[in-house]
């Protein structure tokens, strides 16, 4: 390993009161690179050691939804960007918005190597903005391609899906295929289940209360699975819909628990569960479920075009259309009565956890940084 490298992490946001799994990615990456590296964050948000702190805003007609996910983006001063970038050795721009386009203007203009990483897909902004437009969704891949990756050095994306939707789009860009990884921390544990779930079969989904999220359709699938009176399902997350989906889980006999748990009280969570269920059909990579995977727990996964988190399914019984309610209840309703199968998944996707850990996927990154930075000497 070469001299201390001085890395720019670009991010609207990077607060910890975030649940966005990109924020968190890029908090992880960031708390590790710096044991070795020097990063400076250029954020909004409250200001700490090592960080440029850039004033927020709220885009019009979005900006409700914008404040309950605690989503702002970031105002990219020219002044406090331009010090923040000049000296660096890498810029690593992690969100494809404005303050990334400024900051990769600068980073070209002095000459440094771009790093981008593919977290969000145009068809997450649709959804969240109420936009059904296949029109929306090209331009914006459009802008992305002319203004973010296609002026990237390297272009990190978390799956072989996630590259694929790039290039289908455009990428011209060298890119490569790492994932977000699994925190050691995340791992079996003996949990002592609480009392009131003794008796029941906990489902567990991990997400934001969003619409591509879709837990409603899991609320429903409980509804209608013949095992109803003793599944407790377990919603952890924060977002616009939280009300929405409380109201919608007052009809079961177990309504649904609402939570927002820290890091290792998830462990708990995940050990303590007997089913994850991922409903999602918009995905790059899925940290939750990988999360799940690392602590023996098995994923039933919605299967879609635009979703990368079937690539972790062992076979088809673990994936349901993400379109048919029917399937899943049916999906749902077998693991329940098949036990000693579901003892052997949970070892199973053990195993395939091990591929993904975070060690790994920060050695390819801290690769991806000394490789460019050896090529710009």
Known sequence: MGEPLHIAMIIDVFDGDSKNGAVISTQRITESLRKMHRVTVVATG???????????????????????????????????????????????????????????????????????????????????????????????????????????????????????????????????????????????????????????????????????????????????????????????????MKEKLRDLGKTLPCPPLFSTLECKEMVTCYNQADLYVHAADVEVECMSVLEAMACGLPPLIASSPKSATCQFALDEQWLFDYANLDELVTKIDYWISHPEEMKRAREQYLNLSEHYRFENSLNQLLGVYEQLARNRA
């Open 46 to 240: 409250t200001p700490e050691p090592g960080k440029v702190i850039l004033p927020k805003f709220y885009a019009p007609f979005v900006d409700g939804i914008m404040r309950k996910m605690k989503t702002p983006l970031a105002v990219p001063f020219n002044n406090l960007l331009k010090s923040a970038i000049e000296g660096c050795d890498i810029v690593h721009v992690q969100f494809p918005f404005y303050l990334g386009v400024r900051a990769i203007h600068f980073a070209r203009k002095f000459g440094i190597p771009v790093v981008t990483t593919f977290h969000i897909q145009a068809e997450h902004l649709a959804r969240n903005a109420g936009i059904r437009s296949n029109l929306f969704i090209q331009q914006t891949y459009h802008y992305w391609m002319h203004n973010i990756y296609n002026l990237s050095d390297m272009v990190v994306c978390p799956s072989a899906f996630a590259r694929e939707e790039l290039m289908h789009y455009g990428l011209t860009a060298p890119s490569t295929v790492i994932s977000n990884g699994i925190m050691p921390l995340f791992r079996p544990m003996e949990a002592v289940r609480e009392k009131r779930f003794s008796d029941r079969f906990v489902i567990l989904s991990v997400g934001r209360y969003a619409p591509e999220k879709r837990q409603e359709i899991i609320i429903r699938a409980v509804d209608r699975s013949r095992y109803r009176d003793r599944i407790q399902l377990i919603l952890v997350g924060d977002g616009p």
